[in-house]
């Protein structure tokens, strides 16, 4: 069996095929991030955040992430490397829910013991966006 084919998310339009992983950081500029020999570059978060207490600015932020990707086809994992504020991950964590397109979350931690990421799995495959009215679909 090939390995899956990795995939940053730059572009923000897609043409995804099966097994295909997403990677993508949470706060820019706070950690390099290499995943087996895999530079991710695309964050959440792309600037510095000033008001971490902004749960509804946050919230946006990461709505709107979600909302420029254009993903076609199915992605089987999208790794989320966790490097930032707590309520930054919560805001994104809430916004994830509210898109159709989601597989499965898995969250990824830097492991000082073995100098990689360890995997945290969130959650899997919704398949209908929960808000009514969202916008999202």
């Known amino acids: 069996m090939n390995p899956p084919k990795v995939l940053n ?4 339009s897609l043409d995804m095929v099966r097994s295909v992983e997403m990677r993508i950081g949470l706060c820019k500029g706070r950690h390099d991030i290499v995943d087996n020999g895999v530079t ?6 792309e600037e510095t955040i000033e008001s971490p207490h902004d749960f ?3 919230y946006e932020s990461a709505y709107n992430f979600f909302k420029s990707m254009e993903v076609k086809g199915e992605v089987k994992e999208l790794h989320l490397f966790v490097t930032g504020l707590t309520s930054a991950l919560v805001a994104t964590l ?9 597989p499965e ?3 990824r931690h830097f492991d000082r013991d073995s100098s990689s990421y360890s995997r945290q799995p969130w959650e899997t495959n ?3 966006c929960e808000l ?5 679909e």
Do not use: E, K, W
């Not at 998310?9 to 923000?12: L, N, P, W």
């Open 126 to 128: 919704f398949q209908t």
């Open 132 to 136: 009514q009215g969202c916008g999202c």
């Open 94 to 102: 809430q916004a994830y829910r509210n898109f159709p397109f989601a």
């Open 56 to 58: 509804q600015g946050l």
């Open 105 to 107: 979350l898995i969250l």
């Open 9 to 12: 998310v730059r572009s923000r």
């Open 40 to 45: 991710v570059t695309d964050f959440v978060f």
